[in-house]
């Protein structure tokens, strides 16, 4: 309803801007939604994305791709504003934003959103960090923003219009992150509404990304595209526009604007639409497991199978895995251990559960005891679970020696918005992924302050606990 109100205001001001709706509705949005009160339910959520996202940075900063972006911005150098998180390094906004979103998605620890098909919080949490700490924010404008972040990047990749996924063009892992980056930078920066008019142009003008990430085969360009890339832009937008820079006033607009540029059949009303009251955090998905979107529900299955006791890899004659047909594919015998759906499954049996650690050794991949289950393997792609609902369904079947078939059927995946994480859930991954590196203490520490950030009337405590 705001944001009806404000497109018919915008309507009354084209004379000034000469601005599409969308683009009217949008911004008068933007202009106020730092001190917008957020529903109590809302800010939770956010708090256990952040905390999430947080821990994908502290454990992502020690993996190759990670280690390759604390490296490659410590070369750069760069004055220093901003935290490298899980060093001591510092440096200006947007070097820090590129380095903490490679961590964050070093692997695949970091949350998504299928709809919007993006992993949301690896690029919006750096950006926001960033800008937060460029500007001394509170911490209640620091959560805010990210939940913001979460709204405008789904609506964006929404607005684009339906396609078949991973059929070409511009990448959504990219576009998405990008946007939700660039709205939670522009509120920490508190822009006015010419500000956030060309801040957009700056963001639009810097959109990239296309779907070749899907043969990086050691996650580093692929940490680039899904969050490094989306944070740096965000950042290196909304500090020229906080500089003085200017730019077209509505970039969305045509002849020559994004959707155009972006899309064979744009839907630019749903960039606003219910802007205020659906929240697109609550609709996000926290991974249970570290390890990739489509493997969540064979996790799922393969740990409830194992609930009634252990296997002996022995007694197994065959594994059958059934996914979605439209993802199969990106997890079907990868040379990385951490998306390789038949080396994960047969990980779990082996070891009768799985750790973080454990999922990401990919030495695991020649285990005589794993290789052999998975040649006992078969993944088929099942057309009726990519239309099937709750999304994300798998079928696991694994039939013994004896003639006994033991079968489950993954519904609503943990962590999915059917099937949402608890708190507790939330906490006691965040220490899976952090308590080695920062240790228990600290960890507790990251996690109280985390859990109370809106209280907080600066970030310097949660500052200094990434710092080490």
């Known amino acids: 309803m705001v944001v009806q109100s404000a497109a018919r205001a915008g309507v009354a001001r084209q004379a000034e801007y000469d601005s599409t709706p969308e683009m009217t509705g949008l911004v008068e949005y933007l202009v106020h939604v730092r001190d917008r009160d957020v529903p109590a339910e809302v800010l939770e959520k956010g708090k256990h994305h952040l905390l ?16 390759l972006g604390i490296r490659h911005v410590a070369r750069l150098g760069g004055h220093p504003h901003c935290t490298v998180i899980g060093t001591q390094l510092r440096t200006n906004p947007v070097n820090a934003a590129l380095a903490n979103g490679i961590s964050a998605h070093a692997d695949e620890t970091d949350d998504s959103h299928l709809e ?8 919006i949490v750096p950006a926001a960090f960033a800008a937060a700490e460029a500007n001394g924010s509170t911490g209640l404008h ?20 339906p396609r078949k996924p991973y059929s070409g063009g511009h990448s959504p892992h990219s576009t ?23 801040h957009l142009s700056f963001t639009i003008q810097q959109a990239s990304g296309v779907q070749c990430w899907i043969r990086d085969h050691q996650h580093t360009e692929k940490a680039f595209d899904f969050a490094g890339m989306p944070a740096r832009n965000a950042l290196a ?6 500089d003085g820079f200017t730019g077209v006033d509505d970039a969305l607009q045509e002849p020559n604007g994004f959707y155009s540029a972006f899309s064979t059949n744009p839907q630019p009303q749903r960039l606003v639409e219910e802007l205020g009251s659906r929240y697109e955090i609550m609709r996000a998905s926290i991974k249970k497991w570290c390890v990739g979107s489509p493997i969540q529900g064979a996790m799922d299955a393969v740990m409830a199978i194992l609930a009634s006791g252990p296997l002996q890899p022995e007694s197994i004659d065959r ?3 059934e996914l979605p047909d439209d993802r199969a594919a990106l997890v079907n015998a990868r040379t990385m251990a951490n998306v390789s759906v038949q080396h994960l499954v047969a990980l779990a049996i082996v070891d009768a559960g799985v750790t973080f650690a454990s999922v990401h050794d990919d030495e695991r991949l020649h285990d005589p005891a794993i290789a052999d289950l998975v040649e006992r393997t078969v993944l088929t792609a099942n057309a009726e679970l990519t239309t099937a609902l709750p999304p994300r369904q798998v079928i696991l079947n694994i039939d013994l020696r004896d003639g006994t078939r033991l079968s489950h059927r993954t519904h609503a995946v943990r962590g999915t918005p059917a099937n949402p994480m608890t708190r507790s859930e939330v906490v006691a991954k965040a220490h899976d992924l952090v308590d080695g590196i920062m240790g228990k203490d600290r960890a507790s520490r990251l996690v109280e302050t985390v859990l109370d950030v809106e209280h907080a009337p600066s970030l310097g405590e949660l500052i200094s606990l990434l710092q080490f």
């Open 116 to 123: 919007g098909r993006f992993h949301p919080g690896g690029g």
């Open 52 to 67: 999430d996202t947080l821990a994908a940075i502290v454990s992502g900063s020690r993996l190759l791709p990670g280690q």
């Open 176 to 198: 998405g992150p990008l946007f939700g980056a660039s709205a939670a930078a522009g509120a920490l920066y508190g822009f006015d509404e010419r500000q956030w008019r060309h």
């Open 142 to 161: 620091f959560l805010r923003a990210v939940i913001l972040g979460y709204d405008v990047g789904v609506r964006f990749n929404l607005s684009l219009g």
């Open 237 to 242: 937008a909304a500090s020229m526009i906080a």
């Open 319 to 321: 594994i059958e895995i």
